[in-house]
């Protein structure tokens, strides 16, 4: 088997043309005797904007925010990661599925980076994958469904899925799993879906950060050291 590239791959797909205005808008709503539709047709000041999001989003007001619905297109990355990553709230998944789409020959798999360093425990992995695939394949070429089959598939198993969520959630994804003791590859996936946003809407960089960066404290049990400790 060609090697994979242990790299997730993400893609922005689908987000609104005018997010900062959109978010403004809804902000300014709560505060003002104009109909919203004025405010939107009227906001044009960037700077503006963003010091009413800043107040607001600061002090907790978060609904303003869940009006932005985005989406990715994810791929090569591990049935461990994704089984993270569903777990999350107020987000809606459409993934490869296990029963439907029969894996034809070795499937792919992600190498885990602490083994990937390791020259002899690498070697044992991937022959382990091989064995894997050639029990998968002999299930599916007896005419075992294939959603009976996957059962011996591993969680390295890679996989491809489209997720979205609001801005709200991101960024809460954001604060949890850019920690540096998330694992490290739904870390590594997290830090992708956020910097693809960024290329589109820079002024998102403060906020799509670890926890701890945004409340200027560590409240986990172990801490990386980055930030102090929160005081009890």
């Known amino acids: 088997m060609e090697e994979m590239n242990n790299k997730p791959v993400v893609k922005l797909i689908s987000k609104p043309d005018n997010m900062l205005r959109t978010i403004y808008t809804a902000a300014r709503t709560c505060y003002s005797a104009d109909s919203p539709i004025n405010i939107y047709d009227k ?12 107040r607001v989003v600061g002090s907790g007001h978060y609904s ?6 985005i989406s990715f297109a994810i791929s090569n990355v591990s049935r461990a ?12 998944f459409s993934q490869k599925s296990q029963r439907y789409v029969k894996e034809k020959g070795q499937f792919d798999y992600i190498i885990p980076p602490t083994i990937e360093k390791n020259e002899e425990l690498k070697a044992k992995f991937i022959g382990f994958m091989e064995e894997i695939s050639k029990m998968y394949c002999e299930f ?3 005419g075992i469904p294939a959603e009976d089959a996957r059962a011996v598939l591993p ?21 949890l799993r850019l920690c540096t003791r998330a694992q ?12 693809e946003l960024i290329k589109e809407e820079a002024w998102l960089k ?13 409240d986990e049990d172990k801490s990386c050291g980055r930030m102090p400790k929160a005081s009890v």
Do not use: W
């Open 43 to 54: 906001a044009e000041d960037e700077e503006k904007m963003l010091n009413l999001i800043e």
């Open 64 to 69: 303003v925010i869940e009006h932005i619905q």
């Open 81 to 92: 990661c994704t089984h993270q990553l569903v777990r999350h709230r107020h987000m809606s």
């Open 140 to 142: 599916t070429d007896a």
């Open 155 to 175: 969680n390295a198993a890679a996989s491809s899925i489209v997720a979205s969520l609001n801005l709200r959630e991101l960024i809460h994804l954001a604060n």
């Open 184 to 195: 490290y590859e739904i870390r590594t996936l997290i830090k992708m879906m956020c910097d």
């Open 206 to 218: 403060p906020y799509l950060v670890p926890k701890c960066v945004r409340n200027g404290f560590c």
